[in-house]
């Protein structure tokens, strides 16, 4: 069946453009993860989806990052004025509910370069 | 933070037995232990995951030790394929307490099946 789709799976903006990354979660699946990894690093928590809501936005590395996700389906990552620092890849997760031991899901990103 | 600890790399024959260990000596009586793996370029890919039973699955096998602060990913017969980043993860499961939704990754073992 289909997995978890992430569009597109690369993008090169200028350092100050917006840009926004989106996620396809698996169908079914009520809860949605944002994470970001750099280049040889881990990956890095940003915000946790149940439904439509985002129960904790913490991870967030600024204000000018911000996430949305509509009829408890689609996410999209928003990132304003983009600086060098942001480049990475950006992953997206969906499992098939928050409580519960199913695992996580993963795409296979959305690698971005900011120049 | 990351509540486990990995060793940074690990080297396995192609056809012998991969034994990856992994200390989560602060783990709770409710948290489930998770392995994950990242293929070069991929997500990461949901291996196994289990609580205080040792588990098996056509991927791998977990072996969790009784006091359960430890504990130890197989892969049985190791492949060129199975080279890639395994990360070892703790997490609750059921109803989440404040904060504790995140999967945490660390940065994990980098496994170089040789051939």
């Known amino acids: 069946g289909a997995g978890v789709s992430q569009s597109p799976s690369n993008k090169v903006t200028e350092k100050g453009k917006d840009v926004e990354l989106r996620c396809d979660p698996i169908?079914?699946?009520?809860?949605l993860y944002w994470y970001r990894q750099s280049l040889g690093q881990g990956l890095e928590f940003l915000i946790y989806?149940?439904?439509?809501?985002?129960?904790?936005k913490s991870g967030l590395p600024s204000d000018r990052f911000s996430a949305e996700r509509t009829g408890g389906s689609v996410s999209t990552l928003t990132i304003q004025r983009t600086q060098q620092e942001d480049s990475a890849v950006y992953l997206c997760?969906?499992?098939?509910?928050?409580?519960?031991?199913?695992?996580?899901?993963f795409g296979n990103g959305t690698r971005l370069t900011v120049t | 933070d990351a509540k486990t600890t990995q060793p940074p790399s690990m080297d396995c024959a192609e056809g012998r037995a991969a034994n990856l260990p992994c200390n989560h000596s602060?783990?709770?009586?409710?948290?489930?232990v998770y392995w994950y793996r990242q293929i070069h370029s991929q997500g990461p890919q949901y291996i196994i995951h289990g609580l205080k039973n040792n588990e098996t699955n056509e991927m791998a096998s977990l072996i969790i030790t009784e006091d359960r602060k430890s504990s130890t990913l197989i892969l049985p017969h190791a492949t060129l394929r199975d080279t890639a980043v395994y990360y070892c993860i703790v997490r609750v499961a059921g109803v989440q307490a404040s904060g504790t939704y995140k999967y945490i990754f660390g940065t994990g073992t980098r496994l170089k099946v040789l051939a």
């Open positions: 602060t783990i709770s009586g409710n948290e489930y």
């Open positions: 989806f149940q439904g439509n809501s985002a129960p904790d």
């Open positions: 169908s079914g699946h009520t809860a």
């Open positions: 997760a969906s499992s098939l509910s928050e409580g519960g031991v199913s695992p996580l899901h």
